[in-house]
Every structure is written in C-alpha cells, then in structure tokens.
C-alpha cells in the first residue's frame, strides 16, 4: 500500500475557489445537489447541505487519512432520501480508495458540537462496517479526543499518518470542539466561529476558548479558520434573517487568524451587555443569563 507521507510539507493556504451552494427563491423548484461536493485536495473534502432541505445549509468535512477517512458532522437532515449522505460518503470513499488502495479502511464519524443541524445523519452510519460514529455527550467526546480537565492541553485523533489536534471549544456548546489538521493548516470551529451569527451560551466559557484558540494558532500554522454555517451577507455586518433559504451574497466560509483576534477585542467590547453585537464579519448573540 501506498503510504501518503501527511507531514512532508508546511501547509498552504490553497484558495477556496468554489461557489457554494446557497438557495434559491424558491425551494420547491431548487435545482442544486441536495450536497455538494468540493474538493479542497486530493484528501480534503467540503460537504455543503442543500438550504432548501434545511434552512441552516451546514458545512461538513471529510478528511482521509492512511488507515481512517474522518467524517466531521453528518447535518441537519435524518432522511437518507432527502439528504443523502451515506451515499455520498461512500461514493467519497470508493473513489479515494481506488485511487490509494488498501485491504482495510475504516470511518470515524465525529461532531463539532451536538446541536441538531450537526448531528441529524448519524443514524445512516448505523451498521455501516468499519465505521464508529462517536457519541455526542461532552465526556464522551472529550474521552474518545483524549481532551483531560486542563482544557489548554490539546487533544488528538490519528487517521494514520495524519494526526488532527483537537482542542475543547466550549461556549456555544459545552460539548463542542474545534479540530486541527497539520497538513492542510485549517483549523475546524464549528458553531464557535464562522462568518454568521455566534450563539453565545457561557460567556466567559467562550472568552476562554477563543483566547485558547489564538493562544494555539500562536504555535501553529492556521490556513483558513473554516466553521459550520455562512449567515452573513457581503455587506460588512449586515446577517441574512434566520431561516432564509436563499442566500445569493454569501461572503466566503474562510475565516482568519485575524477574524479570531476580532472576536477577542468584540468580547472585550461586549462586556456584560446581554444581546446582539454585530461586527464585520460576524454577530456575536449573547443568549446567557
Ligand atoms: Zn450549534
Ligand atoms: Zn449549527
């Protein structure tokens, strides 16, 4: 088998050069894929979830490994029929797999965080061979991620040969974690950080996580900060309204480094006001207490 060397080179920041998927005025007669498929590289893949199957179009990724293809979040539809995607999985896989043969091959199947629009496909994966869809309960995710009480010691998952950092990310989601792939450089926040709306649930908990962030991005080469969602419209901090299934002025799903020392300075803005704050490129709701 061929062995792909995952840390022969410093990571690039490729372009984004996709137009995602984003809606259309009418639902009923959207044409698009139910989900779409960019391929970031040979062994990187963006899913997008068709708005009109669910308003919140989250973004999924797959990454291959030598030994394991990690599938992180399965979106915000149950319905194989409506949001195929175990099919689309496999489709993925049969073709990486052709190209980068191998006798065995597993999937490991992981959420950012256990919201509903993250979470809704896992049942596809049931008693697929080979495969172990991680649970979503903070314990159990932060186990499996090796992730101990010191939240500033990072935590792993190893798809052979290529080894993501995983660092708890708890404020939007006590049980949300962003993860870290050395060989693309892209850092994965989930709902913690994208260009929309940053529901805020424990505040000082989220000032914590994305100090933890910077503090990492510090020690590290970070391409694109790449979340879950796009709700911004290209108008600096200007939101599409929640539930809109069409969106045609989508700014790009890449965030920055930059973009993550923007939310620290906001935080320290906001202070104790309660609410809804919105900055260039995201919003930041504060829905605790
Ligand atoms: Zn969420
Ligand atoms: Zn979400």
Same mark, same amino acid.
């Given at each position: 088998?061929?062995?792909?060397?995952? +840390?022969?080179?410093?990571?690039?920041?490729? /372009?984004?050069?996709?137009?995602?998927?984003?809606?259309?005025?009418?639902?009923?007669?959207?044409?698009?894929?139910?989900?779409?498929?960019? $391929?970031?590289?040979?062994?990187?893949?963006?899913?997008?979830?068709?708005?009109?199957?669910?308003?919140?179009?989250?973004?999924?990724?797959?990454?291959?490994?030598?030994?394991?293809?990690?599938?992180?979040?399965?979106?915000?539809?149950?319905?194989?029929?409506?949001?195929?995607?175990?099919?689309?999985?496999?489709?993925?896989?049969?073709?990486?797999?052709?190209?980068?043969?191998? @006798? $065995?091959?597993?999937?490991?199947?992981?959420?950012?965080?256990?919201?509903? @629009?993250?979470?809704?496909?896992?049942?596809?994966?049931?008693?697929?061979?080979? +495969?172990?869809?991680?649970?979503?309960?903070?314990?159990?995710?932060?186990?499996?991620?090796?992730?101990?009480? @010191?939240?500033?010691?990072?935590?792993?998952?190893?798809?052979?040969?290529?080894?993501?950092?995983?660092?708890?990310?708890?404020?939007?989601?006590?049980?949300?974690?962003?993860?870290?792939?050395?060989?693309?450089?892209?850092?994965? +926040?989930?709902?913690?950080?994208? /260009?929309? $709306?940053?529901?805020?649930?424990?505040?000082?908990?989220?000032?914590? +996580?994305?100090?933890?962030?910077?503090?990492?991005?510090?020690?590290?080469?970070?391409?694109?900060?790449?979340?879950?969602?796009?709700?911004?419209?290209?108008? /600096?901090?200007?939101?599409?309204?929640?539930?809109?299934?069409?969106?045609?002025?989508?700014?790009?799903?890449?965030?920055?480094?930059? @973009?993550?020392?923007?939310?620290?300075?906001?935080?320290?803005?906001?202070?104790?006001?309660?609410?809804?704050?919105?900055?260039?490129?995201?919003?930041?709701?504060?829905?605790?207490?």
């Amino acid at each position: 088998m061929d062995w792909l060397d995952f +840390t022969a080179d410093e990571p690039v920041a490729r /372009p984004l050069d996709v137009r995602w998927i984003h809606g259309s005025p009418s639902a009923k007669h959207n044409t698009d894929p139910d989900i779409q498929v960019y $391929r970031y590289d040979p062994h990187t893949v963006i899913l997008r979830q068709n708005m009109a199957i669910d308003y919140e179009g989250p973004f999924m990724f797959l990454l291959f490994g030598n030994t394991h293809a990690l599938l992180v979040d399965t979106g915000a539809t149950e319905s194989a029929e409506y949001f195929p995607l175990r099919r689309v999985v496999d489709e993925l896989i049969e073709q990486w797999l052709a190209e980068h043969p191998r @006798d $065995r091959y597993s999937l490991l199947v992981v959420h950012t965080h256990p919201h509903g @629009d993250h979470i809704a496909g896992d049942a596809q994966f049931a008693g697929r061979p080979d +495969t172990r869809v991680v649970g979503i309960e903070r314990d159990e995710v932060r186990a499996f991620f090796g992730l101990g009480d @010191d939240l500033g010691k990072a935590g792993l998952v190893d798809l052979g040969g290529r080894v993501l950092d995983c660092l708890a990310s708890p404020g939007h989601h006590e049980a949300a974690v962003t993860l870290y792939d050395p060989s693309t450089g892209i850092l994965l +926040t989930g709902d913690t950080v994208y /260009p929309g $709306r940053l529901y805020v649930e424990d505040w000082p908990a989220f000032r914590d +996580t994305i100090d933890r962030l910077i503090g990492f991005a510090a020690t590290r080469p970070v391409t694109h900060v790449l979340g879950c969602h796009i709700e911004m419209t290209a108008e /600096p901090g200007v939101d599409y309204p929640i539930r809109y299934t069409y969106q045609p002025d989508e700014p790009p799903l890449e965030l920055t480094v930059g @973009d993550l020392l923007a939310i620290s300075l906001a935080i320290d803005e906001i202070g104790d006001r309660p609410g809804r704050h919105a900055y260039p490129n995201f919003v930041i709701c504060r829905v605790d207490g």
